[in-house]
């Protein structure tokens, strides 16, 4: 058992998931420590409750107590601290393994899928803990309620973003698991689509004997994950054919809403202060769980009416002299369209889109896919592409992205270093912009740049 050793260290701990695993830790009295490349908030709380946190990575930030050492997806085996760990014999673990030991012990509930488990997963957080059923958190975004990303509770639930980038997931063993959708991605790990199909049905399968499944039904690809699947199940969508579904739904900017039909019943309204279609869907599932683990309609609504989002969803970051500025992580066309679809909710608006291309494999496989989903975008930005740890591949650049972006109609495309970003855009802003900043790396410095030099105004 990893667990049964007391000083764990951690390589990356700087990320969202790592870093709410390493605080959980230190709040269950574990001696933890750990390194990444640079400091952030999340590192900074975790040094505030204990953790011994090092900056960059080398074999003197390997403690000489260290018995475990956990690393994140985004860490290759080059890595000095992994080396001496083997020199030294220190259990090397994937932090999917550590998750799975504290998880599997309780009910635990794993939301996984390509697209809306983070969202979906600090529903059901809130949820219960509204409910004041204490849980434990761990998600892959910062939640207000919780003040981070990770809360450590007493009670018998634990909620885990179950992350399927590197098939880890399948150390998971949930009484209750949510998939919310199922694409090609991460095709540095899955060489074809079968391959994720094979990997998510592995895991609807990895429930616990009395455990339920939560799918959306109207997805294709986890039609074909459920050929293989054993247990129960229940699904949400938006056809009546949903054991889940919304109807008479009302859009307006932040906030929507619907009615909740359950088992072709009209059930009552679901208010929410979080905006699109694509976050209705994520408050279905949550529901489901809801209903399953035993709350009222009642308690469930109230419940997620107050939720505002996680950071880097669809965040607010100013709104100053008719300017919007919004935060997103949106790394994936699927993912861009929905936020884009979303912002059809401010009507008259000027869209200016800037975009950080994440991973070189990404682009390689996809770059058709990108092309076409700025659909919307009345100005876009293309910076350079996010390694995310990988190495260049010749001929892959955001180039390949801003030519497909030509062909599918959209002329006012730039590309130019991130650097230059915010000044470029607080020459081009003009009342009634919103301005929306998408990327899962480091864009979001351009974003807090923007928010600072906007809300001075």
């Known amino acids: 058992m990893i667990l049964e050793k007391k000083n764990i260290h951690f390589v990356g701990v700087g990320g969202i998931g790592m870093s ?16 990444d490349l640079k400091s952030n908030n999340l590192t900074e709380k975790l040094e505030k409750i204990g953790g011994k946190i090092s900056v960059g990575h080398n074999t003197r930030h390997l403690p000489p107590e260290a018995e475990v050492l956990v690393y994140s997806s985004s ?9 001496e760990a083997r020199k030294r014999n220190i259990t090397i673990v994937k932090r999917a393994q550590v998750l799975g030991e504290i998880l599997n012990k309780k009910k635990g509930i794993a939301v996984t899928g390509t697209h809306g488990k983070t969202t979906t997963t600090s529903l059901i957080s809130v949820m219960l803990e509204d409910c004041f059923l ?82 959306n039904c109207e997805d294709e690809n986890i039609k074909k994950t459920l050929i293989r699947f054993n247990g129960k199940g229940e699904s949400f969508g938006f056809s009546r054919q949903a054991d889940i579904c919304p109807y008479d739904i009302k859009l307006n900017g932040f906030r929507s809403s619907f009615q909740c039909v359950y088992k072709n019943e009209i059930i009552g309204r679901v208010f929410l202060k979080v905006p699109g279609r694509y976050n209705i869907l994520n408050s279905l599932a949550a529901i489901l769980v809801g209903f399953k683990i035993g709350l009222t309609f009642e308690n469930i609504t109230r419940s997620i009416a107050d939720f505002s989002g996680t950071k880097r969803r669809f965040h607010l970051m100013a709104d100053v002299d008719g300017v919007m500025l919004i935060d997103d992580y949106a ?13 059809r909710n401010w009507k008259n608006r000027r869209l ?7 991973r070189y494999t990404r682009m390689k496989f996809m770059a058709d896919e990108f092309g076409g989903c700025f659909k919307g975008a009345d100005k876009l930005i293309l910076t350079d592409i996010y390694a995310a740890g990988e190495d260049p591949i010749e001929g892959v650049s955001v180039k390949n992205i801003y030519d497909k972006v030509k062909k599918h109609g959209i002329n006012d495309v730039t590309m130019m270093n991130k650097e230059g970003v915010a000044e470029y855009v607080m020459a081009l802003k003009k009342r009634g912009d919103m301005i929306l900043v998408l990327g899962a790396g480091d864009i979001k410095e351009v974003t807090n740049e923007l928010s600072e030099r906007l809300n001075k105004r």
Do not use: W
């Not at 709410?20 to 390194?35: D, H, P, Q, R, T």
């Not at 860490?75 to 080396?83: D, T, V, W, Y």
């Not at 981070?148 to 949930?174: C, H, I, Q, R």
């Not at 200016?352 to 994440?358: A, E, K, S």
């Open 20 to 35: 709410g695993l390493a605080f959980i830790l230190l709040k269950m009295g574990y001696n933890v420590s750990g390194s």
């Open 331 to 343: 790394h994936h066309p699927t993912e861009i369209r929905a936020v884009l679809d979303a912002c």
């Open 352 to 358: 200016i889109v800037v975009f950080q291309p994440h």
């Open 75 to 83: 860490i290759n085996n080059a890595n000095p601290e992994i080396i």
């Open 134 to 215: 204490d849980p434990t958190v761990i998600i892959g975004g910062e939640v207000d309620l919780f003040g981070g990303n990770a809360k450590s509770g007493s009670g018998e639930y634990v909620v885990a973003e179950a992350d399927e980038s590197d098939g880890s997931f399948l150390y998971l063993k949930p009484l209750y698991s949510v998939i919310m959708n199922i694409e090609i991605e991460h095709v540095d790990y899955y060489k074809t689509l079968d391959d994720a199909i094979d990997s998510y049905s592995a895991f609807a399968n990895n429930l616990k004997k009395t455990g339920t499944l939560f799918y």
